[in-house]
């Protein structure tokens, strides 16, 4: 008589079949090409290039030389090396997707080597086989976005929300740039929409104060109120303050100023906030000194300068209020010319001589941040770099 299995070793054998199907489902899934190759990126993003170099490895003795070089090309970049990077990207010889993939990446390469115009290029060629393309119009979205250009930035950002409907930063940029144009009301929507897509994401915070900002500028002081609640900040409590005067509650405004100005007795929003407080109780007496603190920190902020101008009046000190009256026209006059200058950038994306003359003006204002960005996106515009690279013939 043949002696069965017992039902143990059935299960046991059963076990050990299912270990290896599953072996060798795993061996199957990390064998592949494209698994090698997103967790090699994967992992150069994150800075562990000796892994991501194990996986190119792994691609080219799998007979994905190309493959492998976009994988290099990538840990380049993350390294640093965008010139190396563009090295290996010339030598790849494929079509297509692959191609595709090459041009994206090389127009990354471009934008990091200050070569936006070749990258703009790239980016081009990719959405023309690709509309729908997300990360060329990402990347674009950049490049306008960095050169002054808003009205070419603002549809890439568009397209951008569209395709990615998780993505909360397109909205975020759309609503400063709505905010730079003084289009409050599409700035206050954009930032609504971005905290809608992820209410906790990594700018929640920076995005309600923006929100609220905007809310205060286009006559919605209660909606600003119930965007600052529980940020704690002296931006959050300069834009609270403004927005309980707005609302009619004048007496929590000011006791809300007087109490963070023990904490922040330096923030210039606060202190020529307060000083309108005393010039509207008929006290300018009280609020001279503060407004003149707040224009000592921004020499530019020419509301607080016009209240300390018309305290002046008040005071008996005509000399002084004129020469401040002054002040608050040159700087006026300044911003005017910026504006007007910032609609001719939006027209031509690679006008140097236009963001040159606007870096010029930020200066004068004491904008450094604002004239760097400028001297940046001129020096773009002269940048003669070899274009991105095509198929190897």
């Known amino acids: 008589m043949v002696k069965r299995p017992s039902l143990g070793a059935w299960v046991a054998l059963a076990f050990a079949a299912l270990i290896a199907l599953a072996a060798a489902g795993w061996w199957y899934r990390t064998s592949r090409p494209e698994y090698r190759f997103t967790h090699g990126c994967e992992a150069a993003g994150a800075g562990d290039f000796a892994l991501a170099e194990r996986y190119a490895i792994e691609l080219e003795e799998s007979g994905q030389t190309d493959l492998g070089l976009l994988l290099r090309a990538h840990i380049e970049y993350h390294q640093g090396a965008a010139e190396r990077a563009l090295g290996y990207l010339r030598q790849i010889k494929s079509y297509g997707d692959l191609q595709t993939r090459c041009d994206v990446l090389a127009a990354q390469c471009l934008i990091a080597l200050k070569n936006p115009r070749e990258a703009e290029k790239a980016l081009l060629m990719v959405l023309n086989q690709n509309p729908d393309h997300v990360d060329a119009h990402r990347w674009l979205a950049i490049i306008y976005y960095d050169q002054g250009d808003f009205r070419s930035a603002m549809p890439q950002l568009e397209q951008v ?113 307060r000083g309108e407080r005393y010039r509207d109780a008929g006290d300018n007496a009280a609020a001279a000194p503060l407004l003149e603190r707040a224009v000592a920190a921004d020499s530019n902020d020419f509301r607080a300068r016009n209240q ?22 040159d700087t006026q006059a300044i ?10 950038a939006m027209r031509d994306p690679w006008d140097a001589k236009v963001r040159e003359r606007l870096a010029e003006l930020c200066e004068r204002i004491n904008r450094p941040k604002l004239a760097a960005m400028w001297r940046s996106a001129a020096a773009a515009c002269r940048t003669a770099r070899p274009g991105p690279p095509g198929p190897a013939k």
Not at 179 to 193: I, L, T, W
Not at 225 to 238: K, V
Not at 336 to 342: A, C, D, G
């Open 161 to 273: 929300a569209e395709l990615d409907r998780a993505d909360e930063r397109p909205h975020f940029l759309i609503g400063l740039m709505n905010k730079d144009m003084d289009r409050q009301a599409e700035a206050a929507a954009a930032f609504q929409e971005s905290l809608r897509r992820k209410p906790d994401g990594p700018r929640s915070k920076e995005t309600r104060l923006e929100l609220a900002e905007a809310q205060i500028k286009s006559m919605r002081p209660a909606d600003a109120l119930e965007a600052l609640s529980g940020l704690n900040s002296d931006r959050a409590e300069a834009l609270r303050a403004e927005a309980l005067f707005a609302v009619g509650r004048i007496e929590e405004s000011v006791q809300l100023l007087d109490a963070v100005l023990k904490q922040y007795p330096d923030h210039p929003g606060l202190l020529r906030l």
């Open 335 to 344: 911003m005017t010319k910026i504006n007007q200058l910032s609609q001719d």
């Open 308 to 329: 300390l101008a018309l305290c002046y009046e008040a005071l008996g000190r005509p000399a002084e209020a004129a020469e401040q009256h002054k002040k608050v026209k």
